[in-house]
């Protein structure tokens, strides 16, 4: 019986693997992204309603446990 050679088994072990079902780098990306777009939606809320949201704490005095 013959002794494989180096390339006979690279390629055997390449082959016996098995491959996840979906890659996770484009899932990693897509909740990156939405956590980006919350993030800035969150962001530009509080630009727009920024005095309003502290105007109504101060009103209720909640604006001292922040």
Do not use: K
């Not at 016996?16 to 979906?22: E, F, I, S, W, Y």
């Not at 969150?42 to 105007?55: C, K, Q, T």
């Amino acid at each position: 019986m013959p002794v494989p050679d180096a390339a006979d088994s690279r390629y055997h072990d390449r082959m016996n693997r098995t491959r996840p079902a979906l890659p996770t780098w484009p899932l990693a990306l897509l909740a990156a992204g939405a956590v980006a777009l919350v993030s800035g939606l969150a962001f530009a809320g509080w630009l727009r309603h920024g005095s309003d949201i502290l105007l109504g704490l101060a009103e209720s005095g909640m604006s001292w446990c922040f």
